[in-house]
């Protein structure tokens, strides 16, 4: 399994982009940056979408992508799997053809270059296949879990082969999500604040480094990496800096542009 970063900061400024993880070319998990980073070529790839919450900075890069297959005639369906009040909120705040045209109506009803599948947390579905079918019963498994932010927000579970990923997107302290974390070959967890701001990381449902710390502790095995996502720019090199103060060897802040073969 390859995992791209195309974005993992928790606000955006130059060099930091918000969160995008590209696994193996087709798969997105979060959707905050997808054109300012990918070729026509490698954006045709993408054909299934796991969002974790309707944050703009986790959705605002589906537009855009969508009017790039639109303008450019491709017979491309990209599929969009959230949970429910996530499809919702995107249907009416975003995708509403007021903010952004409905694409899940262009250029036809019967022939859109987007559609939603609602996922439900614990009960995981299969992706496969050249286009990533839902109908296909190998390729990757994947798992939603609920996690605890501001709105309603899951994680993902990624397994393919024999590999496995979780990527919390945005959470405060949770539990359900590091069952399945355990021993995984890499976890992708938050971390927004640095430690002086916990009181804040608390109100806004976040991580600081000392909340992590004690997040990690609910796993029986740790995984083989560890990979910090969403700190805020301004605290990029004070959340670099606590994280390694933990002491754990595989643990690290993502940068954007980031690879990893797991």
Same mark, same amino acid.
């Given at each position: 399994?390859?995992?791209?970063? &195309?974005?993992?900061?928790?606000?955006?400024?130059?060099?930091?982009r918000?969160?995008a @993880?590209?696994?193996?070319?087709?798969?997105?998990?979060?959707?905050?940056?997808?054109?300012?980073?990918?070729?026509?070529?490698?954006?045709?790839q993408i054909?299934?979408? @796991?969002?974790t919450?309707?944050?703009?900075?986790?959705?605002r890069?589906?537009?855009?992508?969508?009017?790039?297959?639109?303008?450019?005639? &491709?017979?491309?369906?990209?599929?969009?799997y959230?949970?429910?009040?996530?499809v919702? !909120?995107? $249907?009416?705040?975003?995708?509403?053809?007021?903010?952004?045209p409905d694409f899940?109506m262009?250029?036809s009803?019967?022939?859109p270059?987007?559609?939603?599948? *609602?996922?439900?947390?614990d009960?995981p579905?299969?992706?496969?296949?050249p286009?990533?079918? $839902?109908?296909?019963?190998d390729?990757?498994?994947?798992t939603? *879990?609920?996690?605890d932010?501001t709105?309603? !927000?899951?994680?993902?579970? *990624?397994?393919?082969?024999?590999?496995?990923?979780?990527?919390?997107?945005?959470?405060?302290?949770?539990?359900?999500?590091w069952?399945? !974390?355990s021993?995984?070959d890499?976890?992708? *967890?938050?971390?927004? @604040?640095?430690n !002086?701001?916990e009181?804040?990381?608390?109100?806004?449902?976040?991580?600081?480094?000392?909340?992590?710390? $004690?997040?990690?502790a609910?796993?029986?095995?740790?995984?083989?990496?560890i990979?910090?996502?969403?700190?805020?720019p301004?605290y990029?090199?004070?959340?670099?800096?606590?994280?390694?103060a933990?002491?754990?060897?595989?643990?690290?802040?993502?940068?954007?542009?980031a690879v990893?073969e797991?």
């Amino acid at each position: 399994m390859r995992l791209r970063v &195309l974005g993992c900061a928790g606000a955006e400024f130059p060099d930091f982009r918000p969160p995008a @993880f590209l696994v193996d070319d087709g798969l997105l998990l979060d959707a905050g940056t997808i054109g300012a980073v990918l070729t026509e070529e490698e954006q045709w790839q993408i054909r299934a979408i @796991f969002i974790t919450h309707a944050h703009l900075d986790h959705i605002r890069g589906i537009p855009a992508l969508a009017d790039n297959i639109l303008i450019r005639s &491709l017979r491309h369906l990209v599929t969009v799997y959230a949970t429910e009040p996530v499809v919702a !909120a995107m $249907r009416t705040h975003l995708l509403n053809g007021t903010i952004w045209p409905d694409f899940t109506m262009l250029p036809s009803q019967h022939d859109p270059v987007l559609q939603y599948d *609602v996922v439900t947390p614990d009960r995981p579905l299969t992706l496969g296949g050249p286009d990533l079918s $839902r109908r296909s019963s190998d390729g990757y498994t994947i798992t939603a *879990v609920e996690v605890d932010h501001t709105v309603p !927000a899951v994680g993902y579970c *990624v397994e393919k082969n024999g590999v496995r990923l979780v990527y919390t997107g945005d959470t405060g302290p949770t539990d359900a999500i590091w069952q399945y !974390a355990s021993g995984a070959d890499a976890v992708i *967890v938050e971390v927004s @604040f640095p430690n !002086a701001m916990e009181s804040l990381a608390t109100i806004t449902k976040h991580l600081c480094c000392s909340q992590l710390e $004690r997040e990690l502790a609910k796993m029986a095995v740790l995984p083989k990496r560890i990979l910090i996502t969403h700190p805020k720019p301004q605290y990029y090199e004070q959340i670099k800096h606590e994280i390694g103060a933990i002491g754990i060897r595989q643990m690290e802040l993502l940068r954007d542009g980031a690879v990893y073969e797991l």
